[in-house]
């Protein structure tokens, strides 16, 4: 098993920036991959990024391409999101999710992930 823990969440501007971290417990050494979701009221839970847990490969949506970017620090086991130039629209419950499994390339879809958090509320007002 795997526990994460999200935490950084909370109320800025527009223009702003914030940095989630997501603390991973337990079985990290099985951990494959970790992703960041966001899902805001009425909507679908939506692919934010995603990073290798060794390597440090990673992806990223299209619509925070260029503003966010995804970390980790393995001593720690932790998983960071640091979002720049925040948008309203970004405004959602942030979730951090772990992957056992070896893909081919980095997961993308909520299904693909085996562990989430609890999540962690970001509101970007205009």
């Known amino acids: 098993q795997v526990q994460l823990v999200e935490s950084g969440g909370g109320l800025v501007q527009a223009g702003g920036s914030l940095r989630l971290a997501c603390a991973a417990s337990?079985?990290?050494?099985?951990?494959?991959?970790m992703g960041w979701f966001r899902q805001a009221p009425g909507k679908e839970r939506d692919f934010v990024a995603a990073?290798?847990?060794?390597?440090?490969?990673?992806y990223y949506a299209d619509s925070v391409k260029g503003r966010f970017t995804i970390s980790r620090d393995n001593a720690k086991n932790t998983v960071y999101l640091q979002m720049n130039s925040l948008k309203p629209e970004d405004t959602a419950v942030y979730y951090c999710?772990?992957?056992?499994?070896?893909?081919?390339?980095?997961?993308?879809?909520?299904?693909?992930?085996?562990?989430w958090g609890q999540g962690t509320q970001v509101t970007v007002s205009s």
């Open positions: 337990g079985r990290t050494f099985s951990i494959y991959a």
């Open positions: 990073i290798m847990w060794s390597g440090g490969n990673t």
């Open positions: 999710a772990a992957r056992w499994a070896y893909s081919s390339t980095l997961p993308t879809g909520s299904d693909e992930y085996n562990y």
